[in-house]
């Protein structure tokens, strides 16, 4: 069956409401602005829907107020002088005329120099940045695997990179894969380490129990600094659609 969707007004809140073949109620906030949506089951009515999310309102105004709270790039117009990030430093982008394949080189002086033919829109200019970053992050993969696999005593058998809105790794330790935000390229390298020994120790325990954090200060005993260091940094602006995003957080009602 087709999922039924409306929405409903609960304490001056407009709540975007899905009825889905699903057994529990899910009821997550979206960024950037905070939108509530809620996930429940055929049968439940608008009644039911409103007495749960009233009861997390404090919640759901919690997570609203960090998401205007966070601090944010402006959009990037990819012209001379404008700031960029790689592995925590800041950069001055330089752009140079050039005929053929795109390039992004490094230059002394903190310069990010990006080679492109003249006319190219801004767009392409930042897709080639994008690409640059993946490719930048894909190359610190392998040696931070080959280090952590043994001392951990488990494998991703799959990794990628990805565009992330809200989160700066996933893993699913049914299939064994984990999943790094593009982000972390502009993020310093021992925060990228942190983030992968984090999604690594899915694979030994699911949730953030007090064995998984256990695990974690036994292997990174000072993780909750490359945490603050991690979150401290500004986030990249996003263009993000009605329908687009990612639970900052959800939970069932």
Same mark, same amino acid.
Not at 25 to 48: F, I, K, M, Q
Not at 50 to 55: G, M, T
Not at 189 to 201: A, D, F, K, R, T
């Given at each position: 069956?087709?999922?039924?969707?409306?929405?409903?007004?609960?304490?001056?809140l407009?709540?975007?409401?899905?009825?889905?073949a699903?057994?529990?109620?899910?009821?997550?906030?979206?960024?950037?602005?905070?939108?509530?949506?809620?996930?429940?089951?055929?049968?439940?009515?608008?009644?039911?829907?409103?007495?749960?999310?009233?009861?997390?309102?404090?919640?759901?105004?919690?997570?609203q107020?960090?998401?205007a709270?966070?601090?944010?790039?402006?959009?990037?117009?990819?012209?001379?002088?404008?700031?960029?990030?790689?592995?925590g430093?800041?950069?001055?982008?330089?752009?140079?005329?050039?005929?053929?394949?795109?390039?992004?080189?490094? &230059?002394?002086?903190?310069?990010? #120099? =990006?080679?492109?033919? %003249?006319?190219?829109?801004? +767009? *392409?200019r930042a897709?080639?940045l994008?690409?640059?970053?993946?490719?930048?992050l894909?190359?610190?993969?392998p040696p931070?695997?080959?280090?952590?696999?043994?001392?951990?005593?488990?494998?991703?058998?799959?990794?990628?990179?990805?565009?992330?809105?809200?989160?700066?790794?996933?893993?699913s330790?049914?299939?064994? &894969?984990i999943?790094?935000?593009i #982000? =972390?390229?502009?993020? %310093?390298?021992?925060?990228? +380490? *942190?983030?992968?020994?984090?999604?690594?120790?899915?694979?030994i325990?699911?949730?953030?129990?007090?064995?998984?954090?256990?695990?974690?200060?036994?292997?990174?005993p000072?993780?909750?600094?490359?945490?603050?260091?991690l979150?401290a940094?500004?986030l990249?602006?996003?263009?993000?659609?009605?329908?687009?995003?990612?639970?900052?957080?959800?939970?069932?009602?």
């Open positions: 069956m087709e999922a039924l969707s409306h929405h409903i007004t609960v304490g001056g407009k709540v975007a409401v899905t009825r889905k699903i057994k529990n109620l899910h009821l997550g906030v979206y960024p950037p602005e905070g939108r509530v949506r809620v996930a429940a089951p055929l049968a439940v009515s608008d009644e039911a829907v409103r007495l749960a999310i009233v009861e997390k309102l404090g919640w759901i105004r919690r997570q107020a960090k998401f709270a966070q601090p944010r790039q402006s959009a990037r117009a990819m012209v001379d002088r404008e700031s960029h990030y790689f592995m430093k800041r950069y001055l982008l330089h752009v140079v005329p050039k005929k053929g394949t795109a390039e992004i080189v490094l &230059r002394p002086g903190s310069v990010m #120099e =990006l080679q492109i033919r %003249p006319d190219a829109s801004k +767009e *392409y897709r080639v994008q690409h640059w970053y993946r490719e930048q894909k190359g610190m993969m931070l695997l080959d280090k952590w696999h043994p001392r951990l005593g488990v494998e991703a058998t799959d990794w990628s990179i990805r565009k992330m809105k809200t989160r700066w790794g996933t893993c330790p049914e299939t064994g &894969r999943r790094l935000n #982000e =972390l390229a502009k993020k %310093p390298p021992q925060c990228v +380490e *942190y983030i992968v020994v984090h999604e690594l120790l899915h694979l325990e699911r949730k953030h129990s007090d064995r998984f954090m256990s695990l974690l200060t036994d292997h990174l000072h993780w909750q600094l490359l945490r603050q260091e979150n940094t500004l990249p602006y996003e263009d993000w659609g009605e329908d687009s995003g990612v639970f900052k957080r959800s939970t069932v009602v």
